[in-house]
């Protein structure tokens, strides 16, 4: 007996005479419900991603998309939204249907900084969504130009206490974690940073090169090849262990600067009101997806690490990001109009 027929039947027994009509109301307000949780996904499901096709984020969701259609039985479409640190998608998503067939793509930006970033958004990144599970966690790594007079990040912080505000950053943009990693790290380490501002980090990694800027905090993909060339040098990395491409960089944690320990990340999120049995369908999918060998290996090219935290876990990380970041920003001033 399915729930609907049991439904109908519990009312048959205890609502007495005149039953038809509610019975009827009943199939037509549970019935679609219970269709569309048991044929999910009964469409293409869409993965909205907060970027211009070609970054991180996209080949990412293209990665993840292309392994879910095969177990969901259904195509997995992206779409990309970039634009205003991924609030456009994150919008779009937060006002799509709940039926479990859109998807965002979501970042640190979306639902831990943007909020205190932003003067307003148009909307809450915890009232109007439901975090399914996390994807993909990076570090950052603090490079300087290989000609600079330090050689380690207490050799750092030395020089940059002699000189305040002298040593110059290069930031790809407020809110981006290249801009937040150095607000955190000159908090823990008491320093301050010139920051610079950059259209992205194709070109601050040219000024970097040239010498026209002292330091950088990216990802490790896009310094390592200068790293091997001897033109940067690696002083330390954000995240919680040390990165396997560059294994003689210490953590920050290891250089003696805890609290400036940190990951850039990615996960799901469904609009808010989707049924639980679609969210536990999904959460079961990309648990198992990010176990798959051949997941791993790309994630690990695109230089990040699988990220497996779902459901209240992952709500519990995003209410500690929210936070740590809040304060961060709070007191760096830093506001984006």
């Known amino acids: 007996m399915n729930r609907v027929n049991r439904i109908i039947h519990w009312v048959r027994r205890h609502a007495g005479g005149g039953v038809g009509a509610l019975s009827t109301a009943l199939v037509v ?30 080949q990412l969701g293209r990665i993840i998309g292309d392994r879910l259609s095969e177990r969901l039985g259904q195509r997995v479409l992206i779409d990309n939204r970039g634009g205003a640190g991924g609030n456009l998608a994150a919008e779009f998503v937060a006002r799509a249907a709940p039926d479990g067939h859109t998807i965002l793509m979501g970042t640190q930006g979306t639902h831990a900084t943007n909020q205190y970033l932003y ?7 915890v009232k109007d969504f439901i975090p399914v599970h996390t994807l993909l966690s990076i570090s950052n790594g603090l490079v300087a130009n290989a000609d600079r007079p330090f050689h380690s990040l207490k050799e750092l912080v030395d020089y940059a206490k002699q000189k305040p505000g002298k040593l110059s950053v290069a930031i790809a943009g407020y809110g981006t974690s290249s801009h937040l990693m150095s607000e955190l790290f000159q908090t823990a380490a008491g320093v301050k940073f010139l920051h610079v501002l950059y259209k992205g980090s194709t070109p601050a990694m040219v000024d970097l090169l040239g010498g026209q800027i002292d330091l950088s905090l990216d990802f490790p993909a896009s310094t390592l090849p200068h790293i091997r060339a001897g033109k940067l040098r690696a002083l330390a990395v954000t995240g919680p262990a040390r990165e396997p491409t560059l294994p003689d960089v210490p953590t920050m944690v290891e250089a003696g600067y805890p609290q400036a320990q940190a990951v850039a990340w990615i996960g799901m999120f469904f609009p808010a009101g989707t049924p639980a049995p679609i969210v536990d369908r999904m959460q079961a999918e990309v648990a198992a997806t990010l176990q798959e060998p051949a997941v791993i290996a790309s994630i690990r090219q695109l230089g990040g690490a699988p990220f497996d935290l779902g ?4 709500a519990a990380f995003i209410q500690s990001e929210q936070g740590k ?13």
């Not at 219970?34 to 070609?54: D, E, L, N, R, S």
């Not at 970041?325 to 109009?337: D, H, L, T, V």
């Open 29 to 58: 307000a549970v019935a679609p419900s219970v269709h569309a949780q048991g044929t999910y996904p009964a469409k293409p499901v869409t993965f909205v991603i907060p970027a211009p096709p070609g970054g991180l984020t996209d």
């Open 119 to 125: 003067k307003s958004l148009r909307f809450d990144p």
């Open 311 to 314: 459901g209240e876990a992952f």
């Open 325 to 337: 970041w809040k304060a961060i920003i709070e007191r760096s001033g830093a506001r984006i109009e």
